[in-house]
């Protein structure tokens, strides 16, 4: 991809390009803060839901992911353990840990408020065109690649 094409709008600068950026990742989280609260779901509740989608990561691991403390993460697994939505499994490599997986019923749950994000994220970029759209997915990975490197 030819970087020297994208230029940013007539009159901004750095802090405008940082502050679009953080003004779309409110946007993106007004969107999961609306479709969890039609779940009775937090944030970090869809986030959690989100991120064990497709793995079955430790207590620690998740901890990692959602930036949480050990209480912190403990909580919010009791909770969603309470609403039927993950369970803890013994881990492979160590059975004194545990995995978090979701249950049949937090599965159905992720898919479902899963499938009303997509909707309403493919709204909010209706606008762009196949390339833009291409554009911003290689720049979020290439952002987010180097969040996760450091």
Known sequence: MNNDSFTLPPGSDDSS????????????????IEIGS????SLI????LGILRDREP???????????DKSSITGLIDRAQRRG????IASAEDRRRFNVRL????????????????QRIE???????EKERAQLMH????????????
């Open 17 to 32: 390009f940082a502050d679009h950026l953080i003004q779309l990742s409110y946007t993106i989280q007004s969107v999961l």
């Open 139 to 150: 720049s979020a990975v290439k952002i987010q690649t180097q969040s996760f490197a450091e």
């Open 85 to 88: 939505f993950v369970e803890r």
């Open 45 to 48: 509740q869809v986030r959690l």
């Open 58 to 68: 430790s207590m620690q691991q998740l901890a990692a992911y959602l930036n949480l």
């Open 38 to 41: 039609a779940h009775d779901l």
């Open 123 to 129: 709204q909010l970029a209706a606008s762009l065109s």
């Open 103 to 118: 249950t049949s019923e937090g599965r159905q749950l992720a898919s479902d408020a899963g499938a009303v994000v997509v």
